[in-house]
């Protein structure tokens, strides 16, 4: 589909009001803006997926019976909960990351990991220590009396953990989960302090060669509340799908 | 039985219902009731669930609003949009399945507020005339309890004390012992017996067959949105005419 | 013994099964401190680490964090002040929008819900951007110009998310509560604002209080995003120090001072709403 006209009408659009929209109708800030936004989904996509996963296996270690192992999960919550992620990401990516580097020629370091490596690992620890709970408190809020019902139906252990307790738990946790992930996507954006360049940052580059922040700041603002707004109507409906019509938990 | 055991017909009736109905959505709820209630008289609505039952006594202090036909409390037609509905409700007091007392005031208070705050009386008076309710549904020294201290069938006492507050002439009992242990049922029948037989218009929804049998003056039977059968008591439990109320009695009692 | 008639004891008997014991529940949350004092020993350890690698003829570790402390400290001072004003702001107007969540007039209540959704969905990031870039630096009032500082700025756009998580709260605690309360009050002839503010409202306020508490927490671990605006806090300050002391050692031992800085304001909130949701939830 050719799509000149369109970008031929922002072109007229600066000409005739001075809202100067370059994303559209400049083929190279077009290239690099619509980039920065699939780095964004991509980072986003990516660290939601690991984020429920790091929680499903923290919520399954809590309830080890090793002390220790249960202790080492509570306190990485309780320490990813209680401290700004922006400084989790800086202590990754500068502190840590100093020493994951190595000297190469001329005394010049280079790192191992990327940014957007840091960027994932570290959102996704972060969301992850939440989604611990969340899972942890579906878990917990599955009546102990089905899970005794499923025994005395012949279920072991594990199956009734697997086919009982966790389809269950699960539709607990759907809200609380569905609203940390909403939370993921909005904190994604702190990665723009180490020049991952996703939206925010390859916005900042295009306002600071064109001098149009309003412009670019009200796109942003429009874009990122309709991913956002996408998010929520997909979690919305999904969690619709999943409900068990009478349950009330 | 309200006193003399018989209920003065020759006026007009304080609560005069024709042909209502209501429909929440799709579903209709009241498919044509009516019924009369004079002055003094005790009337019981009983009937299998959903039929309409609980509807009908929030259609008449307009916590429901009709869709089609006429209430008439007191004169005041209930249907006609610039009634007052604060008027209304002062003559009308209601008492729920789930005593609705307000958790975060004692139970004085609860019976206080409304007098206070919407009768604006003083509040001297209104503390005296708390205090008598109270110890009228027996619960002296409870004044200073809230609600999440007191028992099941204790807090529906003081739910009745502050529907008295306000001094109605008619008091509407939806279910009020449904979600009561069998113990505390009786202390809340007897407060409502009472109330009867000191002359108030009553109009109770029960599932109580020996409470109505003894307290009211007319029975009604509902189903699916309908008035099915009608009677003094006395007729209606021994000679039930219409089958369904027949299969009703015979699985209630 | 005689022969013939079985022992009671060698009676075949069923004995009782026991499952095998459940796993120890393990605690809500950890014990008190521990968790303090494990971000302190790794702090600590950071330093001894770090003092190992210092060359030789360079200051010592603690006593170069020991310099650096009062201006950090000054830094995260601000962050704190940052919070309590956007949290006071937030709260001042989330609450009147939360309310208008649930007016009787369509138009308020589409407009409300509106502005609820735009500023819950908008990354904070980008709305501090927004409210840096856009706001003006100085305005008139009554004749006077009043400037408006980097800080206060920042502070107005974090303000934004918590009005619209504030609101929010508001309107599911008014949800929550039980719609018989709503018509024992209509019963007894209360008006709409009348059982709003009178029996409504009162009950809400516990409801919210461990939620509001928490999204306080929320927005003070927020605080840091301020420094990428170029607010002047602890962040920024840090990064300062360490480029102006440029020794890579110092990298470790002073970004976890930070974070243990965080921790231990943050942590004691987050214990004390957990104890008042646990409280609440008995009623």
Same mark, same amino acid.
């Given at each position: ?46 660290? *939601? ?75 996704? *620890? ?100 309709? *991913? ?22 | ?37 004079? =002055? ?50 002062? =003559? ?93 049922? =009786? ?53 039930? =005419? ?12 | ?66 310099? !650096? ?14 919070? #309590? ?38 990354? !904070? ?136 800085? #965080? ?21």
């Amino acid at each position: 589909m050719d799509f000149t006209p369109l970008w031929d009408w922002f072109r007229w659009l600066h000409g005739a009001t001075g809202i100067k929209l370059t994303i559209f109708y400049d083929s190279f800030d077009r290239w690099r803006f619509f980039n920065g936004f699939l780095t964004s989904v991509r980072l986003q996509a990516i660290c *939601l997926v690991l984020s429920v996963a790091v929680g499903v296996v923290g919520a399954w270690l809590q309830g080890a019976r090793a002390r220790p192992l249960r202790w080492a999960v509570q306190g990485y919550i309780q320490i990813f909960r209680n401290t700004p992620p922006l400084v989790q990401l800086y202590f990754f990516y500068f502190a840590l990351g100093y020493y994951l580097s190595v000297e190469g020629e001329a005394g010049l370091r280079t790192a191992l990991i990327g940014n957007f490596t840091w960027a994932v690992i570290c959102l996704s *620890l972060y969301a992850g220590a939440f989604n611990v709970e969340i899972f942890r408190a579906g878990i917990e809020a599955v009546p102990k009396e089905t899970v005794e019902a499923a025994e005395a139906l012949g279920y072991s252990r594990l199956r009734a953990y697997v086919f009982i307790v966790l389809p269950l738990a699960f539709r607990i946790s759907l809200p609380a989960l569905n609203n940390n992930l909403v939370n993921l996507v909005k904190t994604t954006t702190i990665s723009y302090a180490i020049a991952v360049p996703e939206m925010l940052y390859v916005a900042n580059q295009i306002w600071s060669d064109e001098v149009n922040v309003p412009e670019m700041m009200n796109v942003l603002l429009v874009i990122y509340v309709s *991913l956002v707004g996408v998010v929520v109507y997909a979690m919305n409906k999904w969690e619709r799908a999943l409900r068990v019509p009478g349950y009330v938990s | 039985m309200s006193p003399a055991g018989h209920v003065l017909r020759t006026q007009a009736p304080l609560i005069h219902i024709a042909d209502v109905h209501k429909s929440f959505g799709k579903t209709e709820v009241l498919k044509g009731v009516s019924l009369d209630v004079a =002055k003094g008289e005790v009337i019981c609505v009983i009937g299998p669930s959903g039929s309409g039952k609980s509807t009908l006594l929030r259609c008449i202090n307009a916590l429901v609003p009709i869709d089609r036909g006429s209430i008439v409390v007191d004169g005041q037609e209930v249907n006609d949009p610039r009634l007052d509905k604060l008027k209304l409700r002062r =003559k009308v007091g209601m008492v729920f399945q789930q005593y609705n007392l307000f958790p975060h005031k004692t139970a004085l208070q609860n019976v206080m507020m409304a007098p206070v705050h919407v009768l604006k009386q003083d509040a001297k008076e209104v503390e005296a005339r708390a205090r008598r309710l109270i110890a009228k549904v027996r619960l002296e020294g409870k004044e200073e309890f809230y609600p999440g201290e007191l028992s099941g069938g204790q807090q529906q006492r003081v739910a009745i004390a502050r529907s008295l507050a306000m001094n109605p002439e008619i008091m509407l009992f939806d279910e009020v012992t449904a979600a009561l242990d069998p113990e505390t049922v =009786k202390e809340v029948l007897v407060t409502i017996r009472e109330l009867a037989e000191e002359g108030m218009t009553c109009a109770i929804v029960t599932h109580e067959m020996g409470f109505a049998r003894e307290v009211a003056d007319h029975i009604y039977f509902t189903d699916r949105g309908v008035i099915v059968e009608h009677g003094a008591p006395k007729e209606f439990f021994t000679g039930a =005419k219409d089958p369904r109320t027949r299969q009703f009695l015979s699985q209630i009692l | 013994m005689r022969r013939g008639v079985p022992n009671r004891a060698e009676l075949p008997v069923l004995l009782p099964f026991r499952l095998a014991a459940p796993a120890e529940r393990p605690p809500a949350f950890a014990p008190s401190l521990s968790w303090g004092l494990a971000l302190a020993a790794v702090f600590a350890l950071s330093v001894g680490a770090a003092e190992a690698q210092s060359g030789a003829g360079q200051p010592a570790i603690l006593a170069t964090i020991w310099k !650096w402390a009062p201006l950090l400290a000054q830094g995260f001072a601000l962050n704190i002040a940052i919070s #309590f004003l956007a949290m006071a702001i937030g709260t001042a107007l989330g609450a009147p929008l939360g309310l208008c969540q649930i007016s009787l007039l369509p138009p308020v209540r589409a407009g409300s819900w509106f502005v609820t959704q735009f500023f819950r969905n908008s990354p !904070w990031l980008v709305l501090l951007f927004y409210c840096m870039l856009l706001l003006p630096f100085e305005v008139s009032v009554a004749g006077h110009i009043v400037p408006i500082p980097g800080w206060l700025k920042s502070t107005i756009g974090l303000s934004l998310p918590v009005m619209a998580n504030v609101s929010e709260l508001v309107r599911g605690a008014v949800r929550s509560i039980p719609y018989g309360q709503w018509e024992a009050a209509d019963a007894l002839a209360f008006s709409r604002r009348q059982i709003l503010w009178m029996i409504i409202l009162p009950q809400c306020v516990k409801r919210m209080t461990p939620p509001w508490m928490n999204l306080y927490a929320i927005l003070t671990v927020a605080t840091p995003l301020t420094s990428v605006v170029g607010v002047s806090e602890a962040m920024t300050l840090t990064r300062d120090a360490l480029a102006s002391e440029a020794r890579s050692e110092l990298l470790v031992p002073m970004y976890s001072l930070l974070l243990v800085a #965080f921790f231990v304001y943050c942590y004691p909130i987050s214990r004390a709403t957990a104890a008042l949701e646990k409280r609440f939830a008995v009623k």
